[in-house]
């Protein structure tokens, strides 16, 4: 939270649709991510970029997609090939250097109906 | 590959008790390890972090252990009270690489 914005709070979906999850932040940090949250589960990583203009995939990016064309954002595509995307999602920053502090956002719950 | 493993996945105490949460990592280069608080509907919040060079770090009420040969530490949570009830997560990090492993939480419920 603060200083990271994650919009919507819900998100509902019909199966075949793609959707984009806004994440925003004011840190003036270099590196964000994007986690997917399901019950009993730890956070998964979906996609990580470093520096504008570049991404990678993380352990679960099939059906997922990103962009990082400013410093401040970090949009997620779910696309329709994404067969179970019902979660939170949860998008996080890290200062680069020597800190390895991580900062999430306050998530968005997607569901598909 | 990588992995952290949290204990117990659930745990009630009394109000006033403490509580303690442990992870076991498996990468011996891991040298990050963050504890976050999540409470229902919002995003994690971090309480306390500890580097590999350091065996405990104290924050008032809330203490990490690191025990880096046996791979494991632990958040300690002490005189607990009804608002400490959240589910928390434990996380390792090499500095090196961009990727942190988050254990599966433990949900604590401090019962008043």
């Known amino acids: 939270d603060g200083g990271i914005t994650q919009s919507p709070k819900y998100l509902f979906r019909k199966e075949g649709q793609n959707v984009t999850l806004s994440c925003e932040q004011n840190?003036?940090?270099?590196?964000m991510y994007w986690y997917r949250q399901d019950p009993g589960q730890g956070l998964r990583l979906i996609y990580y970029s470093q520096i504008v203009n570049d991404f990678q995939k993380g352990d679960i990016a099939e059906g997922y997609s990103v962009s990082r064309e400013k410093k401040e954002s970090f949009p997620l595509t779910v696309t329709s090939a994404q067969k179970n995307p019902t979660a939170f999602y949860l998008c996080?920053?890290?200062?680069?250097?020597?800190?390895?502090?991580?900062?999430f956002g306050p998530g968005t719950r997607l569901t598909v109906l | 590959g990588e992995n952290v493993e949290q204990h117990p996945s659930t745990l009630s105490v009394q109000e006033g008790d403490s509580a303690v949460i442990k992870c076991t990592y498996s990468?011996?280069?891991?040298?990050?390890f963050p504890w976050y608080k999540q409470e229902l509907g919002k995003g994690p919040q971090l309480i306390i972090d500890i580097r590999s060079n350091v065996g405990e770090k104290k924050d008032q009420r809330i203490a990490v252990t690191l025990n880096k040969t046996a791979k494991h530490f632990s958040l300690h949570i002490t005189e607990t009270q009804p608002e400490d009830s959240a589910v928390y997560f434990c996380a390792a990090k090499d500095s090196g690489t961009y990727k942190y492993i988050f254990g599966t939480g433990t949900r604590l419920k401090v019962l008043a």
């Open positions: 990468d011996s280069a891991s040298n990050y």
């Open positions: 840190l003036n940090h270099d590196a």
């Open positions: 996080a920053t890290q200062l680069a250097g020597s800190t390895d502090t991580q900062y």
